[in-house]
């Protein structure tokens, strides 16, 4: 069951195109395994069109060359040759009326919609589709964790990251923020404990160790904007190095 969404305020921004990339990025996945906030964003996308054919529908009326204007534009649509079954023939669609009979086959790209690690196969969101094949290779880090970082070109790079069943990443904070979405599995953190599909924000204020508990483990999409900052045991000495994972 999910349970952490982002807030509304995050919401109604994406639907404006407010956000940054990479949040925007994060919100939209979220979306595509939420229904709740996938409802959201499209009462919220209706309520936006609304106000802008409001808003274009006053300003469009509100001078006389408007008016004008559109009469202009009926006298051409009438005067406008017709096909032998009276409807209207504009110039050019006949061209390509066949083109659109056969949808474009889809390319390799968008006929993936997986991610696979050591023979398990993992379906992603559809807003994730596109970057799977700007996704690098799988790397061992400490414990039982993996790590594949994904090119989101102008955005930054994000990273899969998968803690196999009792993996954990060391306790730290944040020098900067962390979105994280879960793919599939769950784990907890000290702080919380996260299921598919929920959405998680981190920033400096909080320190926690995520630790999959689940014999399967658990697979999450992670973007962080700073490197993280260890801050217990042995872990510490990672510091210096931390810019190298984990981001």
């Known amino acids: 069951m999910i349970r952490f969404h982002p807030s509304a305020q995050q919401l ?67 005067q406008l040759p017709q096909t032998p079954d009276g409807s209207v023939e504009t110039v050019g669609v006949s061209e390509y009326r066949e083109s659109f009979k056969k949808p474009l086959a889809p390319s390799k790209s968008e006929k993936l919609n997986t991610i696979e690690l050591d023979g398990r196969t993992f379906t992603l969101p559809r807003t994730l589709h596109r970057y799977i094949d700007k996704t690098g290779n799988w790397s061992s880090l400490v414990g039982k964790l993996w790590q594949a970082p994904v090119d989101l070109g102008n955005q930054g790079v994000a990273n899969f990251i998968f803690m196999g069943g009792g993996g954990s990443v060391p306790e730290h904070t944040h020098r900067g923020t962390e979105y994280t979405l879960v793919i599939d599995g769950e784990f907890s953190d000290g702080l919380s404990r996260y299921d598919t599909g929920d959405f998680i924000f981190m920033d400096g204020e909080k320190t926690h160790t995520p630790k999959a508990e689940g014999k399967e483990g658990c697979l999450v999409f992670s973007i962080v904007d700073q490197p993280l900052h260890f801050t217990s045991g042995l872990a510490r000495l990672l510091n210096p190095f931390s810019h190298l994972f984990f981001r």
């Open 12 to 78: 109604k921004d994406f639907v404006e195109g407010t956000l940054s990339p990479a949040i925007s990025l994060m919100v939209s996945a979220h979306c595509d395994m939420c229904p709740k906030c996938q409802r959201f964003v499209e009462i919220e996308t209706e309520s936006l069109a609304a106000q802008m054919v409001s808003s274009v529908s006053e300003n469009a009326f509100a001078t006389s060359d408007a008016s004008l204007q559109f009469g202009d534009m009926f006298s051409q649509i009438t």
